[in-house]
């Protein structure tokens, strides 16, 4: 399939920069995966799509403040440095200006506090760093480091925790899982009062997931790979709901990814970790996930690919057209859709 198939018109206008007031205020569009058929809604309104014996499912991952703004030891020069993803020997970063970064430069954060060593340097500006510091990362991170909002995001972020989802637990993300971010702990106990269980998994969001396809045949496009788990009693809760009849309700790409690695992977819900770089686009058997709840994306994502999978690519095309017709919100801070 060509990339330019997933392409759409997407005004500036509508790209969402700020979080709303009350998050389950945002508008939900649904739309019925076999059919197309389209209804506008509000989030508050999505527990109506779910019954008893059912599974949500939900990424526990928090965002770090994972931007760091550094200098260049020899030279002074300004660095820019986004942590990816943990390694066995240090971190995988993002480094801007890359050219500036060869192995063996040290860039220094905080007078000290934070030092980067570049052990390994690889293209797009990914670079493999040793980090050098005193005392627990997380709190070196809280002192010196910034919240990774995306690029498109111009706006200032008043308040930090509207980029973490309520639920939130498990340090380690470059970026929030966005389709969680609608969820209040209020609708949550809702969720649970109708029969429906509430699963938690682990992704850690890296550049797999908001990297662009940039091949023309989106099969020769490549994921980066990013860490997953899932404990006992997680894949014991889904199966069960499976078993019984149940569908399984993924929040968000990232929660959808790592449900259809370990499905593919094990033929069965089971404990595990560790890296997927799985790829899903048309053509793809589901064979996890019954109901998706998403944000709406860029155009020629390889998350448009994957919400197409779910559905068809005609189907999601007509939803997009629908959402930019109605000024629905995109991105991060933009609304959300649920494939059923």
């Known amino acids: 399939?060509?990339?330019?198939?997933?392409?759409?018109?997407?005004?500036?206008?509508?790209?969402?920069?700020?979080?709303?007031?009350?998050?389950?205020?945002?508008?939900?569009?649904?739309?019925?995966?076999?059919?197309?058929?389209?209804?506008?809604?509000?989030?508050?309104?999505?527990?109506?799509?779910?019954?008893?014996?059912?599974?949500?499912?939900?990424?526990?991952?928090?965002?770090?403040?994972?931007?760091?703004?550094?200098?260049?030891?020899?030279?002074?020069?300004k660095i820019e440095m986004l942590l990816l993803k943990p390694l066995d020997d240090g971190y995988e970063v993002l480094i801007r200006p890359s050219k500036k970064i060869s192995i063996g430069t040290?860039?220094?954060?905080?007078?000290?506090?934070?030092v980067a060593e570049c052990t390994a340097k690889f293209e797009e500006g990914i670079h493999h760093m040793k980090l050098i510091y005193d005392g627990i990362l997380e709190n070196v991170l809280d002192d010196l480091g910034e919240m990774p909002l995306p690029p498109y995001i111009k706006e200032k972020?008043?308040?930090?925790?509207?980029?973490?989802?309520?639920?939130a637990r498990e340090s380690g993300s470059?970026?929030?899982?966005?389709?969680?971010?609608?969820?209040?702990?209020?609708?949550?106990?809702?969720?649970?009062?109708?029969?429906v269980k509430v699963v938690y998994i682990t992704l850690h969001v890296g550049l797999g997931t908001f990297r662009p396809v940039a091949a023309e045949t989106i099969e020769d496009h490549k994921m980066h790979s990013e860490f997953y788990t899932m404990t006992s009693s997680a894949a014991e809760t889904l199966n069960n709901a499976k078993a019984d009849?149940?569908?399984?309700?993924?929040?968000?790409?990232?929660?959808?990814?790592t449900l259809e690695t370990i499905i593919h992977d094990h033929g069965e819900f089971k404990e595990a970790s560790g890296f997927t770089d799985i790829f899903i686009y048309p053509g793809f058997e589901y064979k996890a996930v019954d109901v998706l709840i998403t944000n709406f994306h860029l155009p020629k994502s390889s998350l448009v690919m994957l919400v197409s999978a779910f559905s068809s690519r005609e189907h999601i095309l007509n939803a997009y057209a629908h959402a930019v017709d109605s000024e629905y919100r995109f991105f991060s801070f933009g609304d959300a859709m649920i494939l059923y």
């Open 106 to 114: 040290r860039i220094t954060f905080g007078e000290g506090k934070l």
């Open 157 to 167: 972020l008043e308040d930090q925790d509207r980029y973490q989802t309520v639920f």
């Open 1 to 77: 399939m060509k990339l330019d198939e997933f392409d759409f018109h997407l005004p500036e206008h509508l790209i969402g920069q700020t979080p709303l007031k009350e998050r389950t205020n945002s508008r939900l569009l649904a739309v019925n995966k076999t059919t197309g058929e389209l209804t506008d809604k509000h989030f508050y309104d999505v527990a109506d799509y779910f019954k008893a014996g059912d599974a949500l499912v939900l990424n526990d991952t928090k965002v770090l403040p994972a931007r760091l703004f550094g200098i260049k030891e020899e030279t002074g020069a």
């Open 245 to 257: 009849g149940g569908k399984i309700i993924s929040v968000g790409t990232t929660s959808t990814r």
């Open 174 to 195: 470059a970026a929030a899982p966005t389709a969680g971010l609608h969820f209040t702990e209020e609708l949550l106990k809702e969720i649970e009062d109708k029969g």
